[in-house]
């Protein structure tokens, strides 16, 4: 196995959860009464932290309506919402297949916060497969490359022996950066020709390509 560690993105990567952070940035956008959100921008902004996510939607939003909307964001996403979110095709099996390796290593970076990323570990039962972690709100967010650097120095991996997995531009960026190898799928939420300019070393159109180049 080439790499020591693989750290996945979460959300549009090994979770198909798009649509459900879609609706339930728009319900909150409007509760918060700052106006509707388009699916397209919505989709631009996921893999951000929560506080950069609406930064970006919502420029120049006050702080109170801008905690107001982060409330109730989480409120349609944890229990308001129904859009049903599960794992890709293939990604439960092929995760812990790669777990059972002895010589490897898998982390999450995401832009969830770490209730969220506790919560959708505890539901799923996923979190036995990683061996770290890191959220938006425990470090810097994407694409910011902090969260790469904790993961390399609490798993005591080179970052030649690491590689990032992700579906935004955000999260090939921050592994770009550092000069760390980066993998695109391109059946999230950032369109293929943003992910080929951060030249991606390999380029899945399934998680099941994906899963597959993985184990190669």
């Known amino acids: 196995m080439r790499y020591r560690l693989m750290i996945f993105d979460w959300d549009g990567t090994l979770m198909d959860s798009a ?39 919502c420029p120049g939003i006050d702080p109170a309506r801008a905690a107001r909307l982060r409330d109730r964001y989480a409120f349609h996403f944890v229990e308001g919402d129904t859009t049903p979110m599960q794992f890709f095709p293939g990604v439960e099996k092929g995760l812990a297949s790669l777990h059972a390796l002895t010589d490897q290593r898998l982390a999450v970076a995401t832009g969830k916060s770490r209730r969220g990323l506790d919560r959708v570990f505890r539901e799923s039962g996923s ?23 904790e993961l ?4 005591e991996v080179r ?34 020709s943003r992910l080929a300019a951060c030249r991606p070393i390999f380029t899945a159109g399934s998680s099941t390509a994906l899963f597959d180049w993985l184990h190669d």
């Open 127 to 149: 979190g036995r497969w990683f061996h770290a972690s890191r959220t938006a709100d425990e470090t810097l967010s994407k694409p910011h490359p902090r969260m790469l650097e």
């Open 152 to 155: 390399l120095a609490e798993l």
């Open 159 to 192: 970052v030649e022996e690491a590689v990032m997995i992700g579906d935004t531009e955000y999260d090939l960026e921050m592994a770009r950066a550092l000069g760390m190898d980066r993998v695109a799928v391109t059946y999230g939420v950032h369109a293929p």
């Open 19 to 57: 649509s459900r952070i879609v609706s339930s940035m728009q319900a909150a956008a409007l509760e918060a009464e700052w106006g509707s959100l388009s699916d397209e921008a919505v989709r631009d902004i996921i893999g951000l932290g929560l506080p950069e996510a609406i930064a970006a939607l």
